[in-house]
């Protein structure tokens, strides 16, 4: 199995789904991960991790810088 890394970081779900789809329309597979703890029955809109493939990391990168204005993002790559 290949290691997920971090390609951004999202400051809610909307955002994070938003990347997700960008990366999708460039072929990279990609997960969501909530960057903090939180209950599972809350509601809050938590930060999320966005994560590839590590063999993907680059290639997202690119995908994401293309398609985003850069003072969107928060990269932890």
Do not use: F, Y
Request: hydrophobic share 45%; glycine share 2%; net charge negative.
């Amino acid at each position: 199995m290949t290691q997920l890394v971090q390609v951004a970081l999202a400051e809610d779900i909307a955002e994070a789904e938003e990347l997700q789809t960008i990366l999708n329309q460039a072929g990279i597979a990609s997960e969501l991960e909530p960057a903090v703890e939180h209950h599972p029955r809350a509601n809050e809109d938590t930060p999320q991790k966005v994560l590839v493939a590590e063999d993907s990391l680059e290639a997202a990168q690119h995908a994401i810088e293309a398609l985003t204005d850069p003072d969107d993002l928060v990269s932890d790559a």
